[in-house]
């Protein structure tokens, strides 16, 4: 198949031109690719790392239209992430499922002057928002739905009311707001999704993980090889720069100094806890603390995803949860569900990311969401960085990263990605040897980390011990080649990422 990283390198020594390079394969990266090949433009993507391993694995799984830009005025981002999410309702229905959202609400008025100062830059101090102000946001949500709706309106629910469905809710609500958005199970298989997708639309488009950009010698890039060293020599018409919370960095390795990016950081823990599971009863519940802060609790298969902190960072490699951000997530949920207990007990994982969101001063809540194109001309190619972008807007996104650049390159557009679906066909928690045999033929796997963190879910919802691992490295060793000792250096090397990013000791290992 063409997406086997071995036939794709050696496909590179022999052809040095591609009209365009994207740098970066999370989401923006794969999105773009898969837009420009239905297009009809190929492209090469590299990926210094692996697919859906920097930004785009530590999200919130949740598909949404951001209701709380509305506050800062972000009304067309809000537009397009509502019309997206509605869009992968109905394209991707495996990877995009209607979620129930619960906002519990402490206050009637608190907030009703706040939205509108702050939009017109007269206040940035933030303050909870109360029962008017989350109905006048409900409607402006609905409104932006359109023709377009898959999911019930938003409505109000009074206290008693609320308390009744979810009787372990903090009893001093006022009130609760009950809308839909969308949940993401499994968020890294999406973006796998979108690259099959992107290289079956076109014969010539081709993308490789593990494969860094490391210079420019005249009109080539220097892509080299991080599991060989090998080097390959690479003449694009356009590059397009993916690269999230490592744009900069990327540019530089360019020759280009920027500073677009000024992104936060966003935490989360994964827990084990039937109590919890049990009191949010298939609902995600999403509640701003009065410091302006989100806490969201989100039913994640079996298990529950905490999170997420907002958090100014530099350097995009040291993002990890830290006990003060776990200490953050435990009281808030104190506060929502007061009488539920053994919260750190349950932790099973904890994972965090960067939000590539452009440079900007004041407070992390008030940078902006929407994403952008920068670009820069002066090398003999033109280089696009796509600032920001959501998981919820990767298509429109990609749709526009393509059109800047077939209207670079002077070439009408061949198709578009509007109403394309995407593959079909889900995967169970715990997959079965010819699930892991498939995906190791079909989808560029290298590392045994590969599987158990992006292409399952068997890290994140703590489904790994010592004798899974070793079933895992046995399996995946018999398609890959791996002798005994390759199969031992993945296992130290999974133990290894496991204990120093996600927290998470593997039993028995």
């Not at 920097?54 to 067309?76: C, D, P, T, V, W």
């Not at 397009?240 to 744009?247: E, Y």
């Not at 800047?404 to 578009?416: F, K, Y």
Request: proline share 6%.
């Amino acid at each position: 198949m063409r997406f086997n990283r071995n036939e794709t390198l050696a496909w590179l020594r022999g052809r040095p031109g591609v009209p365009v390079l994207i740098i970066g394969g999370g989401i923006n990266g794969a999105g773009t690719l898969r837009d420009l090949a239905v297009g009809g433009v190929p492209a090469l993507l590299a990926e210094r790392g692996d697919f859906s391993g920097g930004a785009s694995a530590a999200s919130s799984h949740m598909l949404h239209g951001g209701i709380r830009y509305l506050e800062n005025g972000e009304f067309r981002l809000v537009r397009e992430a509502v019309q997206e999410r509605n869009r992968l309702l109905r394209l991707a229905p495996d990877d995009a499922q209607p979620l129930p959202t619960v906002i519990p609400i402490f206050t009637t008025f608190s907030g009703l002057l706040n939205a509108p100062l702050r939009f017109l830059g007269l206040r940035r101090r933030p303050a909870e928002r109360g029962a008017l102000v989350i109905r006048i946001g409900l409607a402006f949500y609905d409104a932006f739905a359109g023709r377009d709706r898959v999911t019930p309106r938003g409505r109000m629910l009074g206290r008693e009311e609320a308390l009744r469905r979810f009787p372990r809710l903090n009893a001093d609500i006022r009130a609760a707001a009950l809308y839909y958005d969308a949940l993401m199970p499994t968020p890294e298989r999406l973006c796998m999704k979108v690259l099959l997708d992107g290289l079956a639309a076109h014969p010539e488009a081709r993308a490789v993980n593990y494969l860094e950009a490391i210079g420019v010698e005249g009109r080539a890039v220097r892509l080299r090889d991080a599991e060989t060293g090998e080097e390959f020599m690479v003449e694009p018409g356009c590059v397009v720069n993916a690269a999230g919370p490592w744009i900069d960095r990327a540019n530089a390795a360019l020759g280009l100094h920027t500073a677009y990016i000024g992104g936060t950081k966003g935490s989360h823990i994964v827990l084990d806890h039937p109590g919890l599971m049990a009191a949010i009863d298939g609902h995600e519940f999403f509640f701003e603390n009065a410091d302006g802060r989100i806490v969201l609790i989100c039913p994640l298969h079996d298990r529950t995803l905490v999170g997420t902190s907002d958090i100014r960072i530099e350097d995009p490699d040291a993002a990890r949860c830290t006990p003060e951000e776990e200490d953050y997530f435990v009281e808030m949920l104190g506060r929502v569900f007061p009488e539920i207990g053994g919260v750190r007990e349950g932790i099973v994982f904890r994972f965090s990311g960067v939000r590539p969101l452009p440079r900007a001063s004041g407070r992390t809540g008030e940078i902006p969401r929407d994403h952008s194109i920068q670009v820069d001309d002066r090398l003999p190619f033109p280089v696009f960085s796509l600032v920001g972008g959501k998981w919820t807007t990767f298509r429109a996104f990609g749709e526009q990263a393509a059109d800047a650049v077939l209207a670079r390159l002077g070439l009408a557009r061949a198709g578009d990605t509007c109403a394309r679906p995407l593959p079909g066909g889900g995967l169970g928690v715990v997959p079965d040897d010819d699930e892991i045999r498939r995906m190791c033929r079909e989808e560029a796997v290298v590392h045994l980390d590969d599987l158990a963190l992006r292409r399952t879910l068997l890290g994140m919802l703590g489904r790994l011990d010592g004798e899974r691992m070793q079933w895992l490295a046995r399996v995946a060793g018999a398609e890959l080649g791996w002798d005994a000792r390759r199969q031992n250096d993945e296992m130290e090397r999974l133990a290894g990422i496991l204990r120093e990013r996600h927290g998470a000791n593997l039993l028995g290992a």
